[in-house]
């Protein structure tokens, strides 16, 4: 019995490759069922992002139940096996489920530390709950690869500070103002970008927000959306002498918001301070704002400049977080191994006691006439020497077990006595 995992992800493949082998919310259910039906895999998932797509079994025999996912895979995606082999990497044992707790730590993904993975995983771990591919071994798994998620977050840094642009933005208004959450916000533009940066201010309380567009319909959409409210793109301008946050990302190809205009503004508001984030290219807002006291102005370059600053603290507790999956790793193992140990010793004593009664009836007829007693003191002779044969394996086996490649022993054991499974 082994945990194995096939994949494929956005280090092993380009992006045409991956959405071949994606795996639609529609199409879930049926894939997973189509793995249970082969005989060598015992539980399964698949979890599948537009950055990976990957499939975990528990299967009886490593080699064989690769095959039988490389099978699937060829079959579902109408793809020869030796096409997608040079982009599929395959883990087993100690290396799958190390892979799969870096995984729900984010420290295999795009953005270190990024929070999606977490509840992508879980809706894989729903996906087989639902159509029951997974088992003991499996729901344990998967559980613990949620602890591992949550303590990578909790213990460490590895999820803070700002690595997208919206979060950046806001993260550097909060520098700037503490608690953002009373304050007034202007939204200019009603793009991805303005919805991303939305989205983050919404998250850290802000509920008094104006969005404008000169497509007023998109700005009402996108209004509703957060619960904010609609302004024409003329009034826009005469509103910002009551905000506080200016967030500008639109199309235009020339800067909306001049030093002129802002040099007045700031009069009107009676040197109040306020700050502008142009994530607009090319840019909203001319550099030269950023002179007039009280005025912030960041633009896309420099919000950049703090990612990467950023990007580079996450990477810090990057050994924090490896020190949590070892050891979780650990706890895992010792527990998935001992469910193997128990039927593993029960097969090893029968074996031997099957040897012992056949060696001691032979002997017995060869002595002929033997009187009861002698034959109890012969049979508690072998018996004595049976218990002292199995001892030392057995106590081996159970601290071996204990460790995260004790399987190794239980398999060797079986192997070396021909044993089967007692439950």
Not at 245 to 263: E, M, N, R
């Amino acid at each position: 019995m082994e945990i194995i995992v096939i994949g494929l992800n956005h280090k092993t493949a380009p992006v045409d490759i991956r959405e071949k082998f994606s795996f639609p919310e529609s199409a879930i259910n049926e894939a997973l069922l189509a793995l249970k039906g082969s005989a060598e895999i015992m539980e399964n998932l698949i979890l599948s992002t537009c950055n990976r797509v990957e499939i975990y079994a528990l299967v009886n025999e490593a080699e064989a139940g690769i095959r039988s996912i490389e099978e699937f895979l060829s079959k579902s995606k109408k793809m020869g096996i030796e096409q997608f082999r040079p982009h599929v990497y395959i883990l087993k044992g100690d290396d799958a489920v190390n892979h799969l707790f870096r995984v729900i730590a984010s420290l295999d993904s795009m953005i270190v530390g990024e929070p999606q993975i977490m509840g992508q995983v879980k809706d894989a771990f729903e996906y087989a709950l639902n159509v029951e591919t997974n088992g003991i071994v499996f729901n344990t798994l998967f559980k613990k690869a949620a602890e591992v998620g949550k303590r990578a977050r909790s213990e460490t840094d590895i999820a803070k500070n700002a690595v997208s642009i919206g979060f950046a933005g806001v993260e550097l208004a909060k520098k700037i103002f503490g608690d953002i959450s009373g304050k007034t916000v202007l939204v200019i533009g009603a793009g991805e970008m303005s919805e991303l940066t939305l989205k983050h201010l919404v998250g850290n309380g802000v509920s008094n927000v104006f969005i404008t567009n000169r497509t007023f319909e998109k700005a009402e959409e996108l209004a509703k959306a957060f619960n904010a409210k609609a302004i024409p793109f003329e009034e826009s301008f005469k509103e910002m002498v009551n905000v506080d946050i200016v967030i500008s990302s639109t199309g235009a190809p020339h800067c909306i918001i001049t030093k002129d205009f802002v040099s007045k503004l700031i009069k009107d508001r009676k040197h109040k301070p306020i700050f502008f984030i142009d994530i607009a290219v090319p840019r909203d807002i001319e550099e030269e704002v950023n002179i007039i006291d009280n005025v912030y102005l960041y633009d896309i370059d420099d919000l950049k400049v703090v990612i990467e600053s950023n990007l580079k603290e996450r990477a810090k507790e990057i050994p924090k977080v490896e020190v949590i999956i070892e050891k979780e790793k650990h706890k895992f193992f010792a527990w998935f191994n001992s469910l193997e140990v128990v039927p593993t010793i029960v097969s090893f004593k029968d074996k031997v006691e099957d040897i012992r009664k056949s060696e001691l009836e032979k002997i017995i007829n060869r002595l002929g006439s033997v009187s009861e007693k002698d034959k109890d003191l012969i049979e508690a002779l072998s018996v004595g020497i049976a218990n002292k044969f199995m001892h030392l394996p057995i106590i081996q086996l159970k601290k071996a077990t204990q460790e995260d490649s004790g399987y190794v022993y239980v398999d060797a054991l079986r192997y070396l006595f021909g044993l089967e499974n007692k439950e």
